[in-house]
Nanobody, 123 residues
């Protein structure tokens, strides 16, 4: 499985930005019970969870820091996962990574990681 994140860039606080993650190497049908997730790592900080979505059924989870501002979604037909970032704040500045977990259990580790895409939020 290969994951390719894109869509990062410079955005003003209060604006909008959408990140995309293209998954390849296998077919993720609507019956795939694994999860896709977005993580981020700011300079000098550890990587942290942002949001995740279960491919089958669309259940989502969010970090408290982004709840109500970011939305994760998936497109089964295109094998794409999105992270819509609305009203971003300067503290959202980080390299964003997408990841895939084959297990349906939320506590299982992620199996595949993409390269990051840098998001910079200006005040």
């Amino acid at each position: 499985v290969q994951l390719q994140a894109s869509g990062g860039g410079l955005v003003q606080a209060g604006g909008s930005l959408r990140l995309s993650c293209a998954a390849s190497g296998r077919t993720f049908s609507s019956y795939f019970t694994g999860w896709f997730g977005w993580f981020r790592q700011a300079p000098g900080k550890e990587r942290e969870f942002v949001a995740s979505i279960r491919w089958s059924g669309g259940s989502t989870r969010y970090a408290d820091s982004v709840k109500g501002r970011f939305t994760i979604s998936g497109d089964n037909a295109k094998n794409l996962v999105y992270l819509q970032m609305d009203s971003p704040k300067p503290e959202d500045t980080a390299v964003y990574y997408c990841a895939a977990r084959l297990s349906p259990f939320p506590s299982a580790p992620y199996d595949y990681w993409g390269q990051g895409t840098l998001v910079t939020v200006s005040s």
